[in-house]
């Protein structure tokens, strides 16, 4: 813990949740960054006061979490935690000036994102036995669910019954930083939706969520974790098998299939269309197959 040197800490994280409206996974993140930059600034440099903090302070501090070998992308992420905290005391004007305007961040090597081949993906629903009973169809609707609509785990798990739209045939999903979307989903998926629905086993009113166990509980992350990876293992070689992997497996099978990028974007509620142009590179290699195999001078 970084002491009481930086009472601004807390003001800033009530920011975060009462006026910016983060959820509390982002929440815990900012909090963990930033008590872990403040304990360093403690134990390397004294704890300076807020004014006294240098860039060098926060290249020291980069610098050891570079030694720790940990990752471009986490580091990137620690970055952003201390810039918004130091712009958030610039605006209430705790600085006249922030530390972080010569700081740079590492490069990411791009990586193109893993997914299920989408022959394997058919294998999963028309071949691969799911156990006849409550754990197993619900496992298989979750399953059916990610690969259809792209949804994140935590957007899956909050799935209130409320929110699938039988007539419309589609589902509304409150995403990062309360944006709701709308996605559609088929007349066959909808069907089981509503079958399932109707036929919760000792339902308990006060649960709403759309998926629940054998006792009528909302599925936790870790369950739904282990029942993916253990499902997909069934079909597909790939190292990663995570609900994740289902969200990259829906997007590069639309681009794949010339879904145009814009609308991609939105049915991932991704806020930018950087985001969304990882899922072009596997276009591009998808090409590369196509051109190979069928061009007489490949």
Do not use: C
């Not at 720790?68 to 958030?88: H, P, Q, V």
């Amino acid at each position: 813990m970084p002491g009481p040197q930086y009472p601004q800490l807390e003001p800033f994280l009530d920011y975060l949740k009462f006026e910016k409206r983060y959820s509390q996974h982002t929440l815990i993140s900012y909090r963990n960054d930033l008590e872990q930059f403040f304990s360093f600034l403690v134990s390397q440099f004294d704890g300076p006061s807020l004014d006294q903090i240098t860039p060098m302070f926060v290249r020291s501090w980069l610098a050891e979490l570079k030694e720790d070998e940990m990752t471009a992308k986490t580091i990137n992420r620690k970055i952003s935690s201390l810039k918004s905290f130091f712009k958030y005391q610039l605006k209430t004007g705790q600085l006249k000036q922030t530390p972080m305007t010569t700081i740079s961040a590492p490069r990411i090597s791009k990586r193109l994102p893993a997914f299920v081949e989408q022959q394997d993906i058919a294998t999963l629903f028309d071949h691969v036995e799911f156990p006849d009973d409550w754990k197993g169809r619900t496992e298989r609707l979750v399953l059916k669910l990610f690969y259809s609509t792209g949804m994140r785990l935590s957007e899956l798990i909050g799935l209130k019954e409320s929110q699938i739209d039988a007539a419309q045939t589609q589902v509304k999903v409150l995403g990062k930083g309360n944006k709701e979307r709308i996605l559609p989903v088929s007349q066959e998926l909808v069907a089981e939706l509503r079958s399932y629905m109707a036929e919760k086993p000792m339902r308990i009113d006060s649960v709403l969520n759309l998926f629940v166990t054998e006792q009528g509980k909302p599925l936790q992350p870790r369950e739904v974790y282990a029942f993916v990876k253990r499902y997909l293992a069934l079909v597909t070689t790939i190292q990663k098998k995570s609900p994740h992997i289902l969200r990259h497996s829906f997007a590069t099978h639309l681009m794949n299939n010339g879904a145009d990028l814009n609308a991609v974007k939105e049915l991932l509620g991704h806020s930018s269309l950087a985001a969304t142009q990882v899922y072009t590179h596997n276009t591009i290699e998808k090409l590369k197959e196509v051109f190979k195999k069928a061009h007489p001078k490949a």
